[in-house]
Structures are given as C-alpha cells and as structure tokens.
C-alpha cells in the first residue's frame, strides 16, 4: 500500500493537475461547493472561526479557498512542491503560508500554536507509521482546546477481505471490481482503521470527540473522519454511515435541478 514516496511520486510527478487542480473528485456530489457546503463544512462548522488553522494535504487548493474566511492564519503543508507552489500563486496573501512537508511530520510549526488542524481527502493514503507520526506532532501543535478533523483510512477494519481481493489474478480482480462484484480499495491505507486511530490519539492523550466510517464508492465503510482534541473531555461517539453515497446523489441531482440555464 502507499508509502510517502509512492505518494510523494504519484501527487508530484505523475497525476496531471493541469485541467482540474482536484476538482473531478467532488464529481459525486456534482462540485467542490455542494461538497464543501453539503460534507466538509457541516462536519467541522462547530470549530470555525479559528485564529490559526493547519491544512493537511491541500493539494492545489480544493478546501483551501473555503477555509480562508474564517481564519487570521492558514498554514498549508503538502509533500509535493508542485502543489505548495500553486497554492502559493493561487492564495497569494500575507494571512496563507505553504510548506513542503516530509508526509511525516510538522517540524515547521511552532509547539501549542494551532487552533485547528483539517485533513480532507489526503490522509486516506497514509500508512499507519506516518500517521503516527503525524498524530504525536498534531498533539504538540495543537493549542490546548484546539481540534483536528482528520479523514483517514479505515481499509485495516477489512483486512482480510482486500488481502484476499488483492490476491486474485489483476484480470480476474479487475472484472469483478468493474461489475461491482468486489469492492475498490481506493488505494487506502491497510493498515489503518478507526480502531486504531482511536487508541493512538487515546495514547497521545488526545481526546475523540467523533468518529463516522463512510463507504467511498463500494459497500464496504473503508474511510473514517475522526475528530479529536486536546485538553479536551468527551465520550466517543462512533457512527456507521452507509447512506454516505446516496445522500451525495441525492445532493448532486437537487443542485443540477435548481441550476440557472
């Protein structure tokens, strides 16, 4: 499964940008604004505004433009220069800072100087190790009563099953995956599930609040968004949200509906 090099290779050097800087990935609920206003935002709205907020994995801006209003300081972190650069030139301003980070850590930031940390749509191809790692340096980032929203892999929760798919003939497995016979991994992460994400923040001494497991495509809820905090108390709320798909349908045909033609 993806290492950071694999990734630093694919984002970088490899995945063609050019004609929609991430854009086709919000094709499922018909745009990046339905999905930021109908996805991202109801989940994280409690958060905002926040003094200083630290995205991980912007890519080239997706979530960035919807995050400015609502901070003094955006700090963007993302292996490929590539795409800090095009942040750069596309956030120019004096409240937005682009780092080219190593996938593992945020030795750039200053300890207990973060409001609020978002990761969307990035981490799901983090392996455990660098999540780890990435986890310790949220914890030392964060402000006490500060919060992360991270969007991670939970592929580890069906380990076996993708063990086992990923065994077959590749022209066998893509067969069955193209008629829906067998679930897509999504290139996720496998080592990584909810569970385990749990129990490293819970070690880290870093409280979560939520943790909702999503399908992305397939039926199997192979994505988690966990929220979490420092200096914080709650009792974890766990929810298994199989509709995920089909309130993104729902959501893309209600906007194509009422569009100005």
Same mark, same amino acid.
């Given at each position: 499964?993806?290492?950071?090099?694999?990734?630093?290779?694919?984002?970088?050097?490899?995945?063609?940008?050019?004609?929609?800087?991430?854009?086709?990935?919000?094709?499922?609920?018909?745009?990046?604004?339905?999905?930021?206003?109908?996805?991202? +935002?109801? $989940?994280?709205? !409690?958060?905002?505004?926040a003094q200083?907020?630290?995205e991980?994995?912007p890519? %080239? &801006? @997706?979530?960035?433009?919807?995050?400015l209003?609502?901070?003094?300081?955006?700090?963007?972190?993302d292996?490929?220069?590539r795409?800090?650069?095009?942040c750069?030139?596309?956030?120019?301003?004096?409240?937005?800072?682009?780092?080219?980070?190593?996938?593992?850590t945020?030795?750039?930031?200053?300890?207990?100087?973060?409001?609020?940390?978002?990761?969307?749509?990035s981490?799901?191809?983090?392996?455990?190790?660098?999540?780890?790692?990435?986890?310790?340096?949220?914890?030392?980032?964060?402000?006490p009563?500060?919060?992360?929203?991270?969007?991670?892999?939970n592929?580890?929760? +069906?380990? $076996?099953?993708? !063990?086992?798919?990923?065994?077959l003939?590749?022209?066998?497995r893509?067969?069955? %995956? &193209? @008629?829906?016979?067998?679930?897509?991994?999504?290139?996720?992460?496998?080592?990584?599930?909810?569970?385990?994400?749990?129990?490293?923040?819970?070690?880290l001494?870093l409280?979560?609040?939520?943790?909702?497991m999503?399908?992305w495509?397939?039926k199997r809820?192979?994505d988690?968004?966990?929220?979490?905090?420092?200096?914080?108390?709650?009792?974890?709320?766990?929810?298994?949200?199989?509709?995920?798909?089909?309130?993104?349908?729902?959501?893309?045909?209600?906007?194509?509906a009422?569009?100005?033609?």
């Amino acid at each position: 499964m993806p290492t950071v090099e694999e990734n630093y290779e694919f984002w970088n050097d490899r995945f063609d940008w050019s004609n929609h800087r991430g854009d086709v990935w919000s094709k499922q609920w018909g745009s990046p604004t339905n999905q930021w206003y109908w996805c991202v +935002y109801p $989940r994280i709205r !409690r958060q905002l505004p926040a003094q200083t907020i630290l995205e991980i994995g912007p890519g %080239q &801006g @997706r979530w960035t433009r919807f995050l400015l209003p609502y901070c003094d300081r955006l700090v963007l972190v993302d292996i490929s220069p590539r795409c800090i650069e095009t942040c750069r030139e596309r956030f120019s301003s004096e409240s937005v800072e682009g780092h080219v980070g190593d996938g593992r850590t945020l030795s750039f930031q200053k300890d207990e100087s973060v409001d609020f940390v978002l990761s969307f749509e990035s981490l799901i191809h983090t392996e455990l190790d660098d999540l780890t790692s990435y986890l310790k340096e949220i914890a030392r980032v964060l402000k006490p009563g500060g919060r992360a929203f991270l969007h991670h892999s939970n592929l580890a929760h +069906y380990e $076996r099953y993708y !063990r086992f798919v990923k065994g077959l003939p590749e022209t066998l497995r893509t067969t069955l %995956q &193209g @008629r829906g016979v067998v679930d897509f991994d999504g290139w996720r992460a496998l080592s990584v599930s909810g569970e385990r994400v749990r129990q490293l923040a819970e070690q880290l001494q870093l409280t979560v609040h939520s943790q909702e497991m999503v399908p992305w495509g397939g039926k199997r809820l192979i994505d988690c968004f966990t929220s979490l905090g420092k200096g914080t108390t709650a009792e974890t709320r766990i929810y298994e949200n199989r509709e995920f798909v089909e309130r993104a349908r729902e959501v893309r045909e209600i906007s194509q509906a009422y569009e100005m033609r």
